[in-house]
């Protein structure tokens, strides 16, 4: 089944201790992203790449790493999270990062993060 | 930065009547996207609209775009109770490689 999983689905933590989200996808996409989900602020993008060692930032990437050593796996790194750093993450891969098919993003299930 | 601005915020219906819900946007496009999320899940892709065409039909879903005003509307006819989720518009900024969603409708089907 073509999908993107993430890693863990929920996650509890405390302030400054390093974490890593796992996304990995099956479809052979070259474009996975991460994005953040926060109530009234609809999904804010963190990093995305573009294809195997190339990642850019998006709109909210303070805080956060990312690496895409493999064509399959776009790890989020927190070196030291903090509390508002607490949210619903999503990541996401597509085809094309111009989406030149009809197909769009597919999207994992989401990590619940909470940072206390 | 929000791109995409979803009107209205909320909205309840009946079942079988047709819900509209608007997008605006600020900058050039190549295409905007509509996607669907259930109550906390992952979000669904639901259809794509290129910058050069200004209509779109996948079953129950009718999309348009004015890219003049740079705006979108979704239209769901015959709505169904399973329709009940946030609905998000998406566009992918002409020039740049981000995607960008708005702050999503609720809509609410009553069965």
């Given at each position: 089944?073509?999908?993107?999983?993430?890693?863990?689905?929920?996650?509890?933590?405390?302030?400054?201790?390093?974490?890593t989200?796992?996304?990995?996808?099956?479809?052979?996409?070259?474009?996975?992203?991460?994005?953040?989900?926060?109530?009234?602020?609809?999904?804010?993008?963190?990093?995305?790449?573009?294809?195997?060692?190339?990642?850019?930032?998006?709109?909210?990437?303070?805080?956060?790493?990312?690496s895409?050593?493999?064509?399959?796996?776009?790890?989020?790194?927190?070196?030291?999270?903090?509390?508002?750093?607490?949210?619903?993450?999503?990541?996401?891969?597509?085809?094309?990062?111009?989406?030149?098919?009809?197909?769009?993003?597919?999207?994992?299930?989401?990590?619940?993060?909470?940072?206390? | 930065?929000?791109?995409?601005?979803?009107?209205?915020?909320?909205?309840?219906?009946?079942?079988?009547?047709?819900?509209?819900?608007?997008c605006?946007?600020?900058?050039?496009?190549?295409?905007?996207?509509?996607?669907?999320?259930?109550?906390?899940?992952?979000?669904?892709?639901?259809?794509?609209?290129r910058?050069?065409?200004?209509?779109?039909?996948?079953?129950?879903l009718?999309?348009?775009?004015d890219?003049?005003?740079?705006s979108?509307?979704l239209?769901?006819?015959?709505?169904?109770?399973?329709?009940?989720?946030?609905?998000?518009?998406?566009?992918?900024?002409?020039?740049?490689?981000?995607?960008?969603?708005?702050?999503?409708?609720?809509?609410?089907?009553?069965?």
């Open positions: 089944e073509a999908q993107v999983t993430q890693n863990p689905r929920y996650l509890i933590t405390v302030t400054g201790k390093k974490l989200v796992t996304c990995s996808q099956n479809m052979n996409h070259e474009y996975m992203s991460w994005y953040r989900q926060d109530p009234g602020l609809g999904l804010r993008q963190i990093y995305y790449s573009m294809n195997v060692e190339v990642t850019d930032k998006g709109d909210v990437p303070e805080g956060y790493k990312v895409r050593k493999e064509k399959r796996n776009f790890p989020l790194i927190l070196e030291s999270p903090s509390p508002n750093q607490t949210s619903l993450y999503f990541c996401a891969s597509s085809l094309f990062s111009k989406a030149a098919t009809d197909d769009g993003y597919t999207f994992g299930s989401g990590t619940r993060l909470t940072v206390v | 930065s929000q791109q995409g601005e979803e009107d209205p915020q909320a909205l309840s219906i009946q079942e079988g009547e047709n819900a509209t819900m608007n605006s946007y600020k900058t050039s496009i190549n295409n905007l996207q509509w996607y669907r999320q259930n109550s906390g899940r992952g979000l669904v892709h639901l259809i794509l609209i910058s050069n065409e200004r209509e779109k039909h996948s079953g129950r009718r999309v348009t775009l890219t003049s005003k740079k979108s509307s239209l769901i006819t015959a709505s169904r109770a399973a329709d009940t989720a946030s609905y998000f518009c998406a566009t992918d900024t002409s020039g740049t490689y981000k995607y960008i969603f708005g702050t999503g409708t609720r809509l609410k089907v009553l069965a």
